[in-house]
């Protein structure tokens, strides 16, 4: 004979905790240094744990390629999970210029076509052609490049241990604000003209 | 002679910022991914430290067992400190059957009886007999049971490496909700009958 | 004109320090907590950064299902990166039974077909029917499943938030190892015929 | 019917990383930040994950009080696992003087007798009478001391939220070495003469 | 030429997850384990991420040293980056007593005069003398002290690994607050006769 | 009367873990994900945990800058304790150019003349004129820069929170290696004749 009464006051001394094994983000609350609020655990439903949307980008830009990201500002369910992804798609030509993630590694995983990846030491080049099936890591906070050294369009996904890595292109960094002209050229040693002209590109002032 | 107001220069210069060597959680505001949101510290007192209540739990139940949890939401100083407790009744021929914690290693202190105590990897069991004065570790999200092995009741104290360590019940998590019988053996290998047998006792649908 | 050597001082008082951006791992050597010890820099090359072999597994096995790994044992550059990867095939009408990876977060990335992926509480189910395109995410510790239950092969990509993640099959555990009979229908109410039945399938003794 | 022979195919994809879900120290290599080396994973047993030995300690000495760990040191299967614990026996009369723990927040569980415990803050002191069944909590690093202050042997169990907590007694760290008398009345507002008695007492020269 | 739309379709797709890169503490929010509430991007200014005053304190008190800090209740913009830091005077003759910070390794950089350092541990001393241009670190949570031990002023700047690290003055924790005067001898070996000098000083009762 | 040989068996069991408050690096042996193997502790001595050296750094050299770095394998004491610390000079006009710490934020003490400091994102430039008595924080992993804006010789000590937090000069990860001037120039949108001419300065080949 089962003591349904009196199991539940077991099981409700147990399973009381159990809300903290996941944290679904309330976007609409501040965030704080370990991620966003948690959602109220009655009112998370299976929808929070999914994603939908890693279908082709559309590549017709500046770099022929186009990123789909899922971080915890789009996918709510990954707060405070340390994990994130995104869809990489880049048009043959095009690339994903030179970048970081100042808070996450990068595990690039191709899907189809040929991708050319690499991050950047002050001593070394660590890069390799990539094709359908292969696996490369850009540790955390690394100046790294993916261009499309194939024919035809290129596709992989993207993972990162950080459920909002940002992603900081150097292009934007240097040429997209208002730093001006001469800092940049005294602290990159570009010709002022060089940064200006790239600057006339994305939009940079000063 | 001691200069009192110029050592208060000093001295606020340095308490202001000790608040923070705790955080008592105000379990009314929202959870983060790092814990509760920290009470004012004027309003701290010496309770918010304590808990009290670990008294044998009543183990007329299913389980012929009883835990009664310290666990954040029933001790609020223990907020964003990484550890919990809890207290643990078994009954002669009773037992915790299989769960896991997981976000939390536990540890059990053997008080009183017998326990039979292991946890299950894919390749091993590591299991003991414990008495008075033994302690068993159970790392981190591991399959794990205690059972009764002795005559008379058996108590122990658990302490968990995270201040809200969850405790799932695997035939909660299989029985105890409306998942499909038939996709509980497609995903266990158990009969059908059998899945259906156990969630009349655990009040499982479907 | 450029004082190389007087850059070089510069230079190398601040470069021998970044040979920790990343530590690849020497498998050879003994493991601990946080990893693998690194490999000497200089003997690491851009073959440490990628992995090879995502592809499709063979799932002719009494899963009906395939998972491709790409661990820290298999690939050392992902070291004490906290981020790893798996490619997972399921033929029609497979599936991975239920399992928990205890130290990990895992990122579902839906290539092809159809899986329905979930995980279980004490309280409920999160399920969803997943296609291309859609992503799922299994916090960290929880019990989980996913099956085929479209028509042809599904594939999909896991992200996982440890460089070693583990894989905790729930049938292996109980029913692979030596663990008795008795004792496993102890606590998990099963029938002992039921449990003898599945350790003659899964090679459990006992 | 079972193919065995294609089931190990995936188990063997599966099981080689899961030996990482512990990290059994090997206490004769060396230390790391992170923890103590793992031992091989095929020479770990059941008794790793055991502790015996936590009998009444022998109060008879200076502080009437005995302190029996369960550290890392002495408990191998904790180590990485971020806990820890110890029994305390104080005799009627005795303390555990004041002292920290640098590293580590304590949870006090009252098994038997009366404890009067407490920390210390610049504005506050948390303290409380603790009898069976009662908790306390000591943040990480604070100063704290637990007085027996009943009739009788008083015992408690401790947890600490790292597998290596150390402890820290303040009459040992000021009054038990060679640090020069005059230092520590300058940096104490001690007199000269309590300072030399105490250090006759605790072994301190200079 | 450029497409611009095209390539914001890219750029917004990136940019919009960057904002977590640093998090300004809004410090009237409540504060949380992981630090305080984030302050809304859009508000957030360089100056946030600059402290202005790192001027000579004013050294005229019981101690005969400063201590000007620079911690996230003063510093909003280093919340939840694990780092802060202070700035140390000590006049001729003066000391900051003994103290620890309970969640935080420090590290003291010397910029004028002579300053005597250490931290103690019950087997060791570890002190020196420092003059301009030394470093010592004192590791998390251990006790330890700062004497002016040279001619004239000595100045220092010390950096914290944690955003909020606390100070606790020894003196001030056993004697400036209502803890009885007979606890304190009987936890510390102290006579009573001191303790209630030393309270006479510190402010403290009882 | 003092029970020294039974205080000792107290002391004894509490002392022996205490070791552990500590890592000291040895490094000669393997570097880990946490950071170097300790010294074993009966080795240690004060040494350990000072750093001679920050003199005015020879700043004759293409930036007109000097960094003296106090990182962990230059200071052992500091492994595994999350902070370090560097001595930034730069003679007039000259500048540390853009460079990232890719696992570390940085905080900067102004202690002589004047540095304009900032960091740099996808949409704003925060950027400050810093004086003596200013601090700046650079969140980990951003783009930044410090130039020499004032009269005469700069000189400033940087905090950072890592023990060994790298430094990664933009100009050598892009003009020092041989990544080929056609890739970077793809990537970086930069004229191939720039990245020649800039590539000459740095020793760059391809």
């Known amino acids: 004979m089962i ?4 199991l539940f006051v077991l099981l409700s001394s147990i399973s009381h905790a159990s809300v903290n094994d ?7 609350a501040p965030d704080t240094p370990s991620g966003y609020h948690c959602k109220s655990p009655t009112t998370v439903t299976a929808d929070d ?17 186009a990123l789909t990201s899922a971080f915890v500002t789009d996918f709510p369910g990954i707060n405070g999970l340390g994990i994130s992804a995104a869809r990489l798609d880049i048009a043959q030509g095009g690339s994903i210029p030179m970048h970081t993630h100042p808070a996450a590694t990068e595990l690039l995983i191709m899907v189809k076509g040929e991708i050319t990846a690499g991050f950047l030491t002050p001593t070394s080049v660590y890069s390799k052609k990539l094709k359908q099936g292969d696996l490369f890591v850009f540790p955390q906070g690394q100046l790294h ?30 040429f997209g604000n208002n730093l001006s002209s001469d800092l940049i050229a005294q602290t990159t040693f570009l ?16």
Chains 1, 2, 3, 4, 5, 6 share one sequence.
């Open 3 to 6: 003591h349904i009464l009196l």
């Open 22 to 28: 996941f944290c679904v983000a309330d976007l609409k």
């Open 49 to 65: 744990f999914v994603f939908h949307g890693f279908v082709a980008g559309n590549t017709t830009n500046t770099f022929n390629a």
């Open 145 to 174: 490049f993916q261009v499309n050294s194939g024919k035809g369009q290129a596709t992989a996904f993207l993972a990162f241990s950080s459920s909002n890595p940002g992603a900081q292109l150097l292009d934007l960094l240097l």
């Open 191 to 206: 010709d002022v003209a060089q940064v200006k002209k790239i600057k006339a590109r994305f939009g940079g002032r000063g």
